[in-house]
């Protein structure tokens, strides 16, 4: 094991979790340190058949997703591996779960099957639409959960268009991160009182939290927003525009950044603009003060127009591929594009981790784990002895790589 330096030092996870929303809380955790153990079903995670791409046959997917973490494969099907997994919780701080409800209380795994083996435990629950409520006992995913949020409904060019999708699965990353945070804060708890908890989150309400600034607006007026392309619902001008060879977004939408664009585009007349004159006008002539800007943009390329608005001070950014962001500096200086060792597919990029702490550093130091690469260690970490893990493999309720 690389030796952990984040936060979370000390903390062991067990994650009961497949496919993205459940790894991403545990990829979190264990980048901030905590020993995160997978428990993977003999065929594996979901996500190792989310091909192509693949890296020497291996998932790029769940390469991405699982990093830090330890590997073992359990059949829980088998009261072997059942024993096997109540032995790694009975001194585990975390739980990671994110079946359909009831298929933890019916291996015996619920949480007051487990609070009274482990008191300490921290169970946290991830699901489609969390374990209380009508939609309890749906089965959840990230379309989903954006078109029950509203987000479809104000994601796209403009009213009229078909629903949109925000393309990144922001309920299945957000629901993990949330988690990481409930999870965080449920340990902090722990360890004054001794006493766990259950941690409940949903991709629903991951997706909900997202509408913030929309849901304000419909509070406020009984109106339902509309998609407005990349244009921001209550400042302007905040959104992309054509440039001669891309697209530049632009941020002016406070009154000294309006006046500070102005003078990059050389059109000072539209200070005097009633249309234009303040923030509320400028919103209620949206589609006007667009054309405009368009117009002026166009006349230049994207990076001589950021050369002048950075050289004013004016928040300004390239819109880039994605292959481009993972070649951008300030990405790479952040530790935002790092490289790991995986034992089959060797050196792979992954994403950094986006939290810095000055004293107690996040790490990504190895690779996701083939399917039972450390089964064997972990059972041997817990007490079993060699020819106990032998038979256990033998058996196949446990799997080893």
């Given at each position: 094991m690389t030796t952990a330096t984040g936060p979370l030092t000390g903390m062991k996870v067990i994650e009961l979790a497949h496919i993205m929303a459940g790894p991403v809380c545990g990829l979190m955790l264990a980048d901030m340190g905590a020993d995160v153990i997978k428990v993977e079903k003999p065929q594996g995670d979901d996500s190792r058949r989310f091909v192509p791409p693949q890296i020497e046959g291996e998932s790029a997917a769940y390469i991405m997703m699982n990093r830090n973490k330890r590997g073992i494969a359990l059949n829980l099907k088998d009261p072997s591996a059942r024993g096997v997994l109540h032995k790694l919780l009975s001194d585990a701080d975390v739980v990671i779960e994110n079946y359909r409800l009831g298929t933890m209380e019916r291996l015996g795994l619920g949480y007051d099957d487990l609070a009274a083996i482990n008191p300490r435990l921290i169970y946290c629950e991830i699901s489609g639409f969390g374990r209380t409520g009508p939609y309890a006992e749906r089965g959840g995913f990230d379309l989903i959960a954006q078109g029950m949020a509203g987000l479809m409904s104000i994601t796209g060019e403009g009213p009229g268009r078909p629903p949109v999708k925000v393309a990144?699965?922001?309920?299945?990353?957000?629901?993990?991160?949330?988690?990481?945070?409930?999870?965080?804060?449920?340990?902090?708890?722990?360890?004054?009182?001794?006493?766990?908890?259950?941690?409940?989150?949903?991709?629903?309400?991951a997706a909900i939290v997202q509408t913030y600034w929309q849901s304000a607006i419909a509070f406020s007026t009984g109106e339902n927003p509309q998609p407005l392309g990349s244009a921001h619902p209550l400042n302007a001008p905040y959104q992309a525009f054509a440039t001669s060879d891309g697209w530049i977004n632009v941020g002016a939408a406070n009154q000294s950044n309006w006046l500070?664009?102005?003078?990059?585009?050389?059109?000072?007349?539209?200070?005097?603009?009633?249309?234009?004159?303040?923030?509320?006008?400028?919103?209620q002539n949206l589609p006007a003060l667009v054309e405009i800007l368009n117009q002026k943009l166009q006349r230049d390329t994207t990076a001589n127009?950021?050369?002048?608005?950075?050289?004013?001070?004016?928040?300004?950014?390239?819109?880039?591929?994605?292959?481009?962001?993972?070649?951008?500096?300030?990405?790479?200086?952040?530790?935002?594009?790092?490289?790991?060792?995986?034992?089959?597919?060797?050196?792979?990029?992954?994403?950094?981790?986006?939290?810095?702490?000055s004293k107690t550093p996040a790490k990504v130091a190895k690779s996701a784990p083939v399917l039972g690469q450390h089964s064997r260690e972990v059972l041997e970490q817990v007490g079993y002895d060699q020819e106990t893990v032998a038979c256990l493999i033998d058996s196949g309720a446990v799997i080893a790589a």
């Open positions: 990144a699965p922001i309920s299945d990353i957000n629901a993990g991160i949330l988690a990481a945070m409930g999870v965080s804060a449920a340990y902090a708890n722990a360890l004054k009182t001794g006493r766990g908890q259950k941690v409940d989150t949903s991709l629903f309400e500070r664009l102005l003078d990059v585009i050389e059109t000072p007349e539209l200070d005097a603009d009633p249309r234009f004159v303040s923030n509320q006008a400028r919103m127009w950021l050369a002048k608005m950075e050289a004013a001070a004016l928040p300004a950014g390239p819109v880039l591929g994605i292959l481009e962001m993972h070649e951008d500096p300030q990405a790479i200086a952040r530790d935002m594009i790092v490289e790991t060792k995986h034992a089959i597919a060797g050196n792979v990029k992954t994403i950094g981790h986006p939290v810095k702490f």
